[in-house]
């Protein structure tokens, strides 16, 4: 079974176009991210959202949202694509509470190309 | 805020030979995690180490171990016994312990382990 999953893997659009990709988790936790990972192999975290609260990095484009159905989901909406949103985008999900640490599970990745 | 600097964009170690990825970061933290992560070609992150800074015994996992030096904001990996299967981007990451537990990156290290 796999752990977190994404879909699509691939992902071909044109400018203008509002996208989304989903992520499922099947390991019980209670966080989910999302990171970017840009052509020169660059990660940086876009969002981290639990039950309680959203913390979004203060560089992400308002155009990118995340939204939750329930705890085994974070889906990424992304609106207007412009050509910079081309990327690899990676759903992470961990186990929060406690004061320390839980490892971060990663999903596949879905490579975004914006035309 | 924490920054995350690998100043080695490639390397390149012969087959069982030993190598040695270097990482610095700067924070004004005193308790945080440091992780090395791993991303062959097909993309999967995958954590290879952590260490949490109050603890000073250097981690080691099987091949892998690391020196961590906090004074000087140090966190190199060390690979033993290369094995071609090691051929990957090499991430450091840095996470603050707290509600967020976002992982910073930094820029990555693509090692090649040459037969």
């Known amino acids: 079974d796999t752990a977190v999953s994404q879909t699509p893997k691939y992902l071909v659009t044109q400018m203008g176009n509002d996208k989304s990709i989903k992520c499922e988790q099947n390991?019980?936790?209670?966080?989910m991210y999302w990171y970017k990972q840009d052509s020169k192999k660059f990660l940086k975290i876009m969002f981290s959202?639990?039950?309680?609260?959203?913390?979004i990095n203060e560089t992400v484009p308002n155009r990118f949202s995340p939204k939750s159905p329930d705890k085994a989901h974070l889906n990424l909406h992304i609106n207007s694509l412009e050509l910079g949103d081309s990327a690899v985008y990676f759903c992470?999900?961990?186990?929060?509470?406690?004061?320390?640490?839980?490892?971060?599970?990663f999903g596949p990745g879905t490579r975004l190309t914006v035309l | 805020a924490q920054t995350v600097t690998q100043s080695q964009p490639e390397m390149s170690v012969q087959e069982a030979e030993t190598v040695t990825l270097s990482c610095t970061y700067d924070?004004?933290?005193?308790?945080?995690?440091l992780f090395w992560y791993k991303q062959p070609p097909s993309r999967q992150m995958i954590l290879v180490i952590r260490?949490?800074?109050?603890?000073?015994q250097n981690a080691t996992e099987n091949r892998f171990s690391v020196n961590f030096q906090k004074a000087a904001k140090s966190f190199s990996l060390k690979i033993s016994d290369s094995q071609l299967g090691d051929t990957a981007m090499y991430f450091c990451?840095?996470?603050?312990?707290?509600?967020?537990?976002?992982?910073?990156f930094g820029s990555g290290t693509q090692l090649t382990v040459l037969p």
């Open positions: 959202y639990n039950n309680k609260e959203l913390i």
């Open positions: 390991l019980g936790h209670d966080t």
């Open positions: 924070t004004s933290e005193s308790n945080y995690y």
């Open positions: 990451a840095f996470m603050k312990p707290g509600s967020a537990r976002q992982l910073t």
């Open positions: 260490q949490e800074a109050y603890k000073q």
């Open positions: 992470a999900s961990s186990q929060a509470g406690g004061g320390g640490y839980n490892e971060q599970f």
